[in-house]
Every structure is written in structure tokens, then in C-alpha cells.
């Protein structure tokens, strides 16, 4: 059996970074904020997962400091949007670097419903939101303990929002929604190809 192994630090030797393509898929956090001016601000991050059940918590890393990233810690809330693939291209918009007076929400013309809990406007048409209160920002640091230009956002989810054509019997109907995730590349993928698995007992 052959194997290409690397060392990060020393490069991968690849045409490209095999690490995200690797690590996948990724869920997207499609995150809407609001700055201290009243500019609603909406971009995805790849770097984004459900961190606990009870109290359910969501994390996403960002990599600088974003509008994002500046305008949770100066109000202390956002909303992550569910981005379904009947939605992939708007969110893919919405990574185009605006200013931060840009209002991506509003260039891009997505319909908007206000947050009930968080002052910051969740998407009309996601099949799901979540808004969040901040629990934590952490820089993130290296081995060595070398503070690195990423930073972790972790928020607790204070409501939900779910459409109720994804609901069937009580339970989501995943493959209607067919949330997007992030692979390597410039590449992604829909949830379609669905199996489950009995989870085993001693």
C-alpha cells in the first residue's frame, strides 16, 4: 500500500491543499449579524459545526477579524441560516467581499424576517435558523502556543426556526432540505444520498 504523507509545515507537495478536500463535507454556517451602525451582514463559513446538544451549541471559525466576527463581539448575537441547495448560489454571493457598509443581505435581495430573541434578521426563505447568543470568541493558537489570525465564535442557540414543509412524521426530511456542504476545491455537495445505521449494542 502506498501513501503520500506530509509534514504541514513543510508543504504537501500537491497542485493543491488536500486538507479541506480531506476534511469533508463541511456544513455552512451561512451567518447573518449587525453591526453598531445597523448594517445587516450575511457570509458563509466553512469552518462551522454543531459543538453541543444540551444546551445546543454552534461554532464557526473565521479566519481574521471579519465583519462578522466584529459585529458578534460588540452586540453579542447572531443567526446561523441553513443554506439548502435551492439557495447555494445566493449563499456563494454572499462571500463576495462587500464593505463593511454593504449590507450583503440587501445587495444580494434576500427577504428577511426579524430575529424574535436577537435583534439581527434571519433569512425568509432558509429552511431553518438559529439565533444565538455569544458564549465565547477564542483565538486560536498552534502546538507551540503561537496565537494564530483565526478565531473560534461559539453561540448558543436561543430559538429555532424550522419551515414546515421539512417536517414529515416529527423529523426533518433531510433530503428536502439537501443542505449544502463544503468539499476542497471549489467544490460542494448536496445531502441527498441518505442511509442510516442501528447504533450498536454489547
Known amino acids: 500500500m502506498a501513501f503520500h504523507s506530509y509534514s504541514p509545515a513543510d508543504g504537501h507537495g500537491l497542485k493543491h491543499n488536500p486538507f479541506k478536500a480531506l476534511i469533508s463535507p463541511r456544513p455552512i454556517g451561512w451567518i447573518s449579524s449587525r453591526s453598531s451602525h445597523g448594517v445587516s451582514n450575511l457570509a458563509p463559513y466553512s469552518f462551522f459545526n454543531a459543538l453541543s446538544e444540551s444546551p445546543p451549541l454552534l461554532g464557526f471559525s473565521s479566519s481574521g477579524r471579519k465583519d462578522s ?5 460588540a452586540a453579542g448575537v447572531f443567526v446561523h441560516n441553513v443554506a439548502g441547495r435551492a439557495l447555494v448560489e445566493q449563499m456563494n ?3 463576495a467581499p462587500y464593505g463593511e457598509e454593504v449590507s450583503e443581505i440587501e445587495a444580494i435581495g434576500l427577504k428577511t424576517l426579524p430575529g424574535d430573541v436577537v435583534d439581527v434578521p434571519r ?3 432558509a429552511p431553518a435558523s438559529f439565533e444565538c447568543k455569544l458564549v465565547e470568541i477564542k483565538q486560536l493558537e498552534d502546538h507551540q502556543g503561537a496565537k494564530l489570525n483565526n478565531y473560534l465564535i ?3 442557540v436561543v430559538r429555532a ?3 414546515e414543509q421539512y417536517i414529515a412524521d416529527g423529523m426533518i426530511d433531510e433530503t428536502a432540505i439537501a443542505a449544502v456542504g463544503r468539499l476542497g476545491y471549489f467544490n460542494y455537495a448536496a445531502v441527498k444520498d441518505i442511509f442510516a445505521l442501528a447504533r450498536p449494542t454489547l
Open 154 to 156: 461559539i453561540g448558543e
Open 123 to 125: 433569512l425568509a426563505d
Open 161 to 163: 426556526h424550522i419551515q
Open 69 to 73: 466576527l466584529r459585529n458578534i463581539e
Open 93 to 95: 454571493a454572499s462571500s
